[in-house]
């Protein structure tokens, strides 16, 4: 992928690479120190669990051409991404080589056991170390060149060591192992690739055109928007577009979620990997397959992974001393038993090459990204995009819930209850000028008075010089009238001092006299109760902030069963609002509109509703909700929590399995094999125990 990274800067581009070979801390160290440097990168940020480097340079300066010769010079291969993210696959032979090297060590133990002629053994043994150590050494280089210590590097020297203190045996063993040991990790965190991408991979690669009378199967990446394309009954939908003809229910969860299917007919919106129902759909298309909702979902979940925790920056920082401490560790133990009591040198240095194994965090660092990710894709399956680590680590943390009332909880489709003439203005010329200013605005209550209008056949009248007011009101210019609609509140200030403004939702004014009340009510989402009961078994306390007057806001709150609301805020009293919660603890700000942004921005974590949202609510969010089901809210709370859980498992099983080798090559009860498969044995273990994140559930107050 390689597209415009700054809108301010045409030069400015942002690239993506598949890095083969980058599978540990110790290799993106390398890269940010050789490719980081170049002149023209502005910002650099590697996925080690995706292997995707992705540069944000300077394209008058640098290119893509120059970036990967960079990555080459570093020893390793980067090809770039394409649109659709692919890369090229991993090579998945047969270890022959390895193979090989495992026999041969079998054979020299069976030749050593029979008292066969140690030269046998010995070249039986130099087999498989002439088998193996190719590529540790190349990799130990490849470090050595970066000015960095990883796992080959220790690797070297511990096998070098062994092979000069004449321990052929252990170094060829210890190099099959280690051999194993890598190939194991690699396919576990493959696997773990494959299940994360698995989750996001839901398009169709082709897409059935309709032209001339005529279907063609052609790739989706062809199609251009305003074709007309075709889905089979149970068939995946290939792009975004609008129905034309047919009706079906289409089943989204795949992209949004939702458990139930949804009726499309025509005029409805159908979202690429969605799965079609029971009859043909017809659709125009209304985005290009790189611009698909799917699409832009894969893309933030793939920077969201770039995005760092405080918990993964903190693992990492420990991790760069603590394999100098060992290293340090490992050298003093090779010395000062031999020089300070006379201790055998022999059995001293072998006990500091198994400390150097050891030495390696690559355990410790995958602790955090593997985990993450992997959360973040159930996220992202479950229709809850979470744009970072850091987002999900703010969410354990979470003590009180802010949520917007109308369109968040509520359905956002008030029915007008009741229409109100004042000051013996007719009621139908009244509602057609609401209508008039209303037109065209989505905020729920201005569709509902342009229902009402034309359920009564009134026509809507021109309006002119028109003025919204965010969370307030609109005025303009109607049929030689200045006409005024808003809160009750805010038209006070608009008319002139004196004028009787009624307590309603909404309240119309034409040439400074109040002329009709309008009275709306809205109702509860099914899953509003739900979700806010289980936001009190997580210990967190729901809040109802709205800008509606008193009485609709409680009625709501009460049928939801929220013990706290407000009423009458505008955007800034939102944010003011949420400011104040902050001294009770952590706060989750939940809600879709352009009045929401400040108090999204102002929360510890926003969560804005992306069916529907605003664009202003969806840049102001740290999330998204792909559907209207608040269930997500208390799901991402727990979610967040579980995976603070499981690092901190990870890194404290990986530090207890490192501390027992440590203990162990100080009792001499530990060899270089033992080392080996305790370390590459702990990087498996954070993996397995990782990845049970990607079917993580919660409901009502139990997790699975």
């Not at 400015?12 to 490719?35: N, P, Q, Y």
């Not at 850091?390 to 979470?398: D, K, N, P, Q």
């Not at 009787?500 to 309240?507: F, G, L």
Request: proline share 5%; glycine share 8%; with cysteine.
């Amino acid at each position: 992928m390689n597209a415009p990274a700054c809108p301010r800067c045409t030069d400015h581009r942002t690239a993506t690479f598949h890095v083969a070979e980058m599978d540990c801390a110790h290799e993106v160290a390398i890269l940010e120190k050789r490719v980081g440097t170049l002149d023209g990168v502005v910002t650099l940020d590697a996925d080690v669990l995706s292997r995707q480097l992705r540069v944000h340079y300077d394209g008058a300066t640098l290119s893509v051409a120059g970036i990967a010769e960079a990555v080459a010079q570093a020893g390793m291969r980067a090809w770039p991404v394409t649109a659709r993210g692919e890369a090229p696959r991993a090579e998945t032979g047969m270890p022959w080589g390895l193979l090989t090297a495992g026999l041969a060590c079998v054979v020299a133990g069976a030749l050593w056991l029979t008292g066969v002629r140690d030269l046998w053994v010995r070249a039986a043994l130099l087999l498989a170390v002439a088998l193996t150590a190719p590529g540790t050494l190349r990799r130990a280089w490849q470090a050595a060149r970066g000015r960095r210590l990883d796992i080959h590097v220790l690797m070297t020297v511990a096998v070098a060591g062994a092979l000069a203190i004449d321990e052929w045996f252990e170094a060829a063993t210890v190099l099959v192992l280690f051999g194993v040991a890598q190939a194991l990790e690699a396919r576990s965190l493959a696997r773990a690739r494959r299940a994360i991408a698995d989750v996001l991979d839901v398009t169709p690669p082709t897409a059935d055109v309709l032209q001339g009378g005529t279907t063609r199967t052609v790739p989706v990446a062809q199609v251009a928007v305003g074709q007309v394309v075709s889905v089979r009954p149970g068939g995946r939908v290939p792009l975004d577009g609008i129905v034309a003809a047919g009706e079906s229910a289409v089943n989204q969860a795949p992209v949004t979620g939702e458990a139930e299917p949804v009726r499309k007919i025509p005029g409805d919106v159908v979202y690429a990997g969605s799965v079609n129902g029971e009859a043909l759909l017809t659709f125009e298309v209304s985005r290009v397959s790189t611009d698909s909702t799917v699409a832009r979902i894969v893309h933030e979940v793939e920077r969201a992974h770039a995005a760092r925790a405080k918990v993964q920056s903190s693992v990492d920082r420990f991790a760069a001393v603590y394999t100098p401490i060992v290293l340090g560790l490992a050298v003093a133990m090779a010395l000062l038993p031999p020089l300070l009591t006379g201790a055998p040198w022999l059995v001293w240095i072998e006990r500091a090459l198994v400390l150097l194994v050891v030495a390696c965090p690559c355990a410790l660092v995958i602790a955090t990204p593997v985990a993450m990710v992997s959360a973040l894709s159930a996220a992202a399956r479950r229709g809850l995009l979470l744009k970072g680590g850091a987002v999900l680590e703010r969410l354990a943390s979470i003590r009180v819930v802010a949520l917007d009332k109308t369109g968040t909880v509520s359905e956002g489709r008030p029915r007008i209850t009741a229409v109100t003439s004042l000051n013996a203005f007719p009621e139908s010329r009244a509602v057609q000028l609401a209508a008039s200013i209303e037109a065209g605005v989505h905020h729920p209550l201005a569709l509902a008075i342009v229902d009402l209008a034309s359920s009564r056949d009134l026509a809507l009248l021109p309006a002119t010089a028109i003025q919204h007011v965010a969370g307030r009101g609109a005025y303009a210019r109607v049929d030689g009238h200045d006409v005024c609609i808003g809160r009750g509140d805010w038209l006070a200030t608009m008319l002139p001092a004196g004028a009787q403004v009624p307590d309603a939702t909404a309240v119309l004014a034409v040439d400074g006299i109040p002329v009709l009340a309008i009275d709306a009510a809205d109702h509860a989402r099914a899953t509003a109760a739900p979700a806010i009961e289980a936001l009190a078994l997580l210990g967190a306390e729901a809040t109802l902030l709205s800008g509606d007057h008193e009485p609709a806001v409680a009625r709501l709150a009460s049928e939801v069963h929220v013990a706290e609301w407000r009423a009458r805020l505008l955007p800034e009293d939102k944010a003011a609002a949420v400011e104040d919660m902050r001294r009770r603890g952590p706060v989750l700000m939940v809600g879709d509109g352009i009045n929401d942004g400040p108090a999204l921005a102002a929360a510890s974590v926003g969560l804005a509703m992306a069916d529907g949202g605003t664009a202003v609510a969806l840049e102001a969010a740290d999330g998204a909700l792909m559907h209207h089901d608040l269930a997500l809210v208390p799901y991402a709370i727990a979610l967040g929590r579980a995976t603070l859980r499981t690092v901190r498992t990870n890194v404290a099983l990986a530090l207890a399995l490192k501390v027992a080798v440590m203990i162990a090559a100080l009792a001499g009860v530990a060899s270089l094999w033992l080392a080996v498969l305790a370390d590459v044995g702990a990087s498996l273990l954070v993996v397995a125990l990782s990845l049970r994140l990607l079917s993580f559930e919660w409901v009502g107050g139990g997790r699975s």
